[in-house]
């Protein structure tokens, strides 16, 4: 296994204060970043970089600049022997959330080898640069709900009305087959009813504060979306920020949560990094042990091991339910869905709590991380997968998730493990 960098992870936070000493000139217009891939060849890999923005800047623009890897040789040498004057060798679709003069610039990062490196000239812009939604990745608000689309087909929609907590229903697959149960969102013929509380894609668990938020029964708590805090369309992602009241029966607040999803357009299946945030706001809060959490999915019934003509793999190849309680960087869960075979992939991420995690995956269809339900998974005695956040703290769980057509493949989804645990090196300066 690889050493893990110590620059931080994907959304490599890069404020240059220190490159923008002068106040009276501000944050630099233009900026060149390098992204280098010491140790892992980079395929599909989103990359944020944040950086002072100028008070004018609405967007930005990426080009890429010529090296000797990838220039023709006059281009490389005008690159060596005139570095102020650079050779643009392509434009990258990138979007720059900006707000409070500092921006948030996101790319795919395509076909990096191991051992390489590529500049790429940062320019803000005074001008909204729109793309057409059916091309990239969008999020569309309606009263109840938020559309995620990518290239035109509808990959989920968050609903936060209507149900106990907020949940994403259906997921699709490549093809615009459902993945997950639609029970009991909507009936289809001879569909599972079994736990109603298992809603498409949801986040929530069974004992916070002693309070069960994994079930729907009377005596449960709730989830219950408070506001829906940005969300936007781009050329590379489409992604949404909401924010949540964690209450007790009786109404009493517990915590409150914000949730993020972002939608890449990848070249390759379908890949959503999904961040669930707790904050401790009022009081302590406890993460009991219990196997009922934590990310959780419900997939189609075709898809089941149990019933179906699914299969479950994980990274240390353990295989169906060999993999229920054991710990593993990602497992994946795959099987047919309307005649097509289609699987969806989970990555834990290494900053998450007791990376990697304990997994909570049936046979029937669920399929859940869980960090806590260590008593349930492994016997041990008492509450050892219990976990007190402090009050005033807040605790980030991170996930990619990638939606694939066909049969996993080992190789390739440690591949792609690694490029998620493992982000390139990013460096910044000013001008360029």
Known sequence: MLQRSAIPAVLAVLWLAAACASAALGPAVTYEVTVSAPDVAYADTPVTVKLPAPAWARSAVMKVLASAADASPQAAKQQRGARQQPVIVDIVPCDARIRAGKAEVTWLLTDLPKGTSRTYRLNFTD?????????????????????????????????????????????????????????????????STDHPHHRSLWFTHGDVNGVDFWSESPQAGRIVHRSMESGGSGRALGWLRA?????????????????????????????LDFEYTVFATEGPVKFGDTKEGTLGLRLADSMRVNG??????????????????????????????????????????PDNLRHPTYWHVRDYGLFAANPFGVHDFTGQPGEPGAYVLPQGEKLAFRYR????????????????????????RVSVRPGG
């Open 127 to 191: 001008t909204e640069r729109a793309e057409p939604w059916r091309t990239t990745p969008a999020v569309s608000t309606h009263q109840d709900r938020a559309d995620l689309f990518v290239g035109g087909c509808l990959f989920t929609s968050y609903r936060f009305t209507g149900a106990p907590k907020p949940f994403c229903q259906p997921v699709y697959s490549i093809g615009g087959e459902p993945m997950t149960r639609g029970y009991p969102f909507y009936h289809v013929a001879g569909e």
């Open 401 to 424: 998730m990638y939606v694939h057509d066909g049969a996993p493949d080992p190789a390739a989804l440690a591949a792609l493990y690694e490029q998620y645990a493992y982000p390139p």
């Open 308 to 349: 179906g003509q699914g299969h479950i793999l994980n990274s240390e190849g353990q295989r169906d339910n060999d993999t229920w309680g054991k710990r593993a960087a990602w497992c994946d869960y795959s099987g047919p869905v309307q005649g097509q075979p289609v699987g969806i992939t989970i990555f834990d991420h």
């Open 243 to 271: 924010r949540h009241d964690w209450l007790a029966p009786d109404g009493k607040k517990v915590c409150e949560g914000v949730l993020e999803l972002r939608l890449h357009n990848v070249h390759r299946g379908r890949l």
